[in-house]
């Protein structure tokens, strides 16, 4: 794969998009981006991040452009609805996934995998929202993340970025926007994941989840690197982790009164 200088040029919406985005995220922190030799490189490509705060694609598009591509994030169609957020998604080509209805999220995988084939770059959150795990780590990937990297034979390229959750805390203990002074915002792209094997054989589910752990263990240990602490042996796993606080909830409450018996009729 060739990495020379390239430079992929866009059209008056990604302008205007630079425009906005390039000194919001001076002012929001001092973004500190390292590997970026591993995605300065010519066609498509899968980016794959953790996703730490409502802040990332803020700091992820800038740090994709400045090695001079242009990133199509995979974001929920509600946005798409938004004024003048909705033109500069469509017109930058931005991929909107819906989750409501039978195909809808096939629709947006297919979508993705067609802009992939033209040469694009993709980058996609396997969380599927702002982590909700207690320490920031990486939760369970979605099984998306991996049906779309066996979809063709492309570079899955990781990246890891800490600190755009010390400007922003989406949730935990409630959000908190605190930009001064100025955090500094890591971004780090790692070598691209060896999917050969897998891609080798039938994509089938079992596949498919295996290349979705995979990846997101490359994500994982890479947020650890950043960090400088030994990140945990599992995910986080959000439906599980209710399942648990619904029970110990219910096992805290108080028992119900017992009920009064009832009267005896008179003889």
Request: with cysteine.
């Given at each position: ?156 390229i990781p990246v890891a970025h800490w600190g755009s959750n010390h400007v922003y805390t989406s949730y935990g203990q409630g959000r908190r926007f605190h930009p001064l002074p ?86």
């Amino acid at each position: 794969m060739a990495r020379s200088p390239v430079h992929e040029k866009g059209n008056a919406w990604l302008t205007f998009c630079q425009v906005v985005m390039y000194p919001l995220a001076f002012l929001l922190g001092r973004e500190r981006v390292s590997g970026a030799e591993h995605a300065r490189r010519r066609g498509g490509y899968l980016l794959v991040a953790n996703h730490i705060s409502h802040l990332d694609p803020l700091f992820d598009s800038v740090a994709v452009r400045k090695i001079g591509r242009i990133p199509r994030f995979m974001a929920k169609a509600s946005l798409w609805k938004v004024p003048v957020l909705g033109n500069a998604l469509a017109n930058t080509e931005q991929i909107p996934v819906d989750r409501a209805g039978a195909g809808a999220g096939q629709s947006s995988l297919d979508k993705a995998t067609a802009a992939l084939n033209r040469g694009k770059v993709v980058l996609i959150y396997p969380d599927g929202t702002v982590t909700r795990d207690p320490d920031m780590w990486p939760m369970k990937p979605r099984m998306g993340v991996g049906a779309l990297a066996l979809s063709g034979d492309f570079p899955v390229i990781p990246v890891a970025h800490w600190g755009s959750n010390h400007v922003y805390t989406s949730y935990g203990q409630g959000r908190r926007f605190h930009p001064l002074p100025r955090k500094v915002v890591h971004t780090r792209f790692g070598e691209p994941v060896d999917l050969d094997d897998l891609r080798a054989g039938p994509h089938d589910a079992r596949a498919v989840r295996a290349a979705s752990f995979r990846i997101m263990t490359a994500v994982r240990d890479m947020v650890g690197e950043v960090r400088g602490v030994t990140p945990p042996a599992e995910f986080y796993d959000q439906k599980k982790a209710a399942r648990l606080a619904q029970r110990a909830a219910q096992a805290a409450a108080p028992a119900p009164a017992d009920a009064p018996a009832p009267e005896t009729p008179e003889k």
